[in-house]
């Protein structure tokens, strides 16, 4: 409870209460306002406390996620170096592929030259392809 207290916190805290008190005298001022006879501060009237209970959702929400961040910093246990999994590293690997028979079929073959060479350009875009129909 105590990182809540920080200056930083302090001014959060500040903060939220006025947007609250705001919203709720804005929403008693729309009130007003709707006794009087203006219709579309009805709407207002409840739209301002809604808007404050969203702002103590959000605050709350908060809270408990510094708090149970907090908590979960203090209980987590200290790996020993030694017995720390190693890193996972990957990279491409180009694999040969079978040759597919694709002389009957010209868009095919085209499009065979196509993915070609986008697998030996792996930086490059589409729209660089050499070939006009496919850009």
């Given at each position: 409870m105590r990182r809540l207290l920080t200056p930083g916190w302090?001014?959060?805290h500040a903060l939220?209460?006025?947007?609250v008190v705001t919203c709720l005298a804005l929403g008693w001022w729309?009130?007003?306002?709707?006794a009087e006879g203006n219709t579309l501060s009805w709407a207002y009237t409840f739209e301002w406390p809604i808007f404050a209970i969203f702002v103590v959702v959000i605050?709350?929400?908060?809270?408990?996620?510094?708090?149970r961040k907090g908590r979960a910093e203090s209980t987590?246990?200290?790996?020993d170096p030694v017995d720390r999994p190693r890193p996972v590293i990957t990279r491409r690997v180009n694999q040969p592929t079978a040759a597919v028979d694709d002389s009957?079929?010209?868009q095919l073959a085209e499009y065979n030259r196509y993915l070609a060479w986008?697998?030996?350009n792996p930086e490059a875009r589409?729209?660089?392809y050499p070939a006009k129909e496919y850009r």
């Open positions: 302090l001014a959060g939220a209460l006025l947007a729309q009130a007003g306002r709707a605050w709350v929400r908060e809270i408990r996620l510094t708090l987590a246990p200290t790996v009957g079929d010209p986008l697998n030996e589409p729209s660089d």
